[in-house]
């Protein structure tokens, strides 16, 4: 008994450093798997019927943010900003907005300000490497309608970018932001398969995003004729004060009838970019989202003076945002991202 009693401080003893170092253990494994980045945490992602798999086969709802047009807001690609992004915001996936038409845009600017531009996403790119964020090239056709009006200049700008990246797995390739006035889906289709072709030239993998027509809105027609090919998906785009029921009713239905779809852009104010947030429309978007597991992006990264940008107007930081900073689009995205 003596013998016994003798022993109990060093079994206390004992058995405490073993739950201190159990304790130590585990808390190191689960904050390492805290630090994992999304690539680390998915690796390359694939398109599994309707769904965004990742490497394990799980399905993947991405979350992000989209630049404003990189010729208007270039000072925005800076490490920090993407892994403030990353670390404070949670977001997975960053878009890098490329207008064709609009404001020094890649098919109406300079020959410099082409080069300034492929310059700008390759190092937003590099910076998203290191981050282990993915990243979506978005080619942002707006006033040019149809894609097919610069079909050329895409063929060459992706066939550039699938060459240079096709070993990158957190690459993410958008060809056609919003077709909209006439464009029929069989305009888009067809100019879709020629990029797709390109691009799977070099890179066999990567996810292809392909817009539809009227700003991307009407999935419908795209999953009456989907492309046949591995790792598309369709856009849709909306705007929570502008666009409800009825649309979220399409966008339903196209993911009811196997279409995989990721909204590459949305905003909560109206279409315009500006006017008034709906939250309780956004809410309701959000809920479907959620439910079928849809990836997201919100739009834009910028401080402009237009109810989308998330920064506020009169604030001039291009990292290292505090709260006070953010417009009301801004705090409501960082609250979606972080419930
Ligand atoms: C808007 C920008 C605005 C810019 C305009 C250019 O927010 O600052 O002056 O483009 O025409 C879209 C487009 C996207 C729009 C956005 C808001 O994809 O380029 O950005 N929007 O209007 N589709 C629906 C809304």
């Not at 060459?156 to 889906?185: D, M, Q, R």
């Not at 390109?198 to 009227?214: A, E, L, N, S």
Request: net charge positive; with cysteine.
């Amino acid at each position: 008994m003596k013998h016994i009693k003798n022993k109990i401080p060093f079994l206390f003893l004992f058995s405490l450093c073993c739950t201190l170092v159990f304790c130590l253990c585990t808390q190191t494994a689960e904050s390492m798997a805290a630090a994992k980045t999304p690539l680390e945490r998915h690796g390359r992602l694939k398109v599994s019927g309707s769904h965004l798999v990742n490497d394990r086969d799980e399905i993947v709802q991405l979350k992000g943010i989209s630049t404003h047009g990189l010729s208007w807001y270039p000072q925005y690609v800076n490490k920090k900003a993407f892994q403030n992004l990353r670390d404070k915001w949670g977001v997975q996936v960053i878009r890098l907005a490329m207008y064709t038409a609009e404001y020094n845009g890649y098919c109406t600017g300079s020959v410099q300000n082409k080069k300034d531009l492929e310059a700008l996403i390759d190092k937003a790119v590099g910076f998203c490497d290191d981050l282990g964020l993915y990243v979506i090239i978005d080619w942002h056709i707006l006033s040019d309608s149809n894609p097919n009006t610069y079909k050329k200049q895409s063929k060459a700008f992706f066939k550039k970018l699938a060459k240079k990246y096709a070993g990158h797995k957190n690459i993410i390739y958008e060809i056609c932001n919003e077709p909209n006035g006439n464009t029929t889906w069989t305009q888009i289709r067809s100019y879709a398969k020629t990029i797709i072709r390109t691009i799977r030239q070099y890179d066999k993998h990567g996810i292809i995003i392909v817009g539809t027509p009227t700003w991307s809105q009407d999935v419908d027609t795209a999953a009456a004729n989907s492309i046949k090919d591995k790792n598309i998906m369709y856009a849709f785009h909306f705007y929570a004060a502008t666009h409800t029921e009825s649309y979220r009713q399409k966008l339903q239905e196209a993911v009811n009838a196997g279409l995989a779809v990721f909204v590459s852009e949305f905003g909560i104010c109206e279409a315009s970019g500006s006017g008034r947030i709906d939250q309780s429309e956004a809410d309701k978007w959000m809920q479907l989202l959620d439910q079928n597991k849809i990836s997201w992006i919100a739009w834009n990264l910028s401080n402009k003076n237009e109810t989308c940008a998330l920064i506020n107007s009169c604030c001039s930081k291009t990292y290292g945002w505090k709260r006070s900073d953010l417009s009301e689009t801004g705090r409501w995205v960082f609250d979606m991202l972080n419930p």
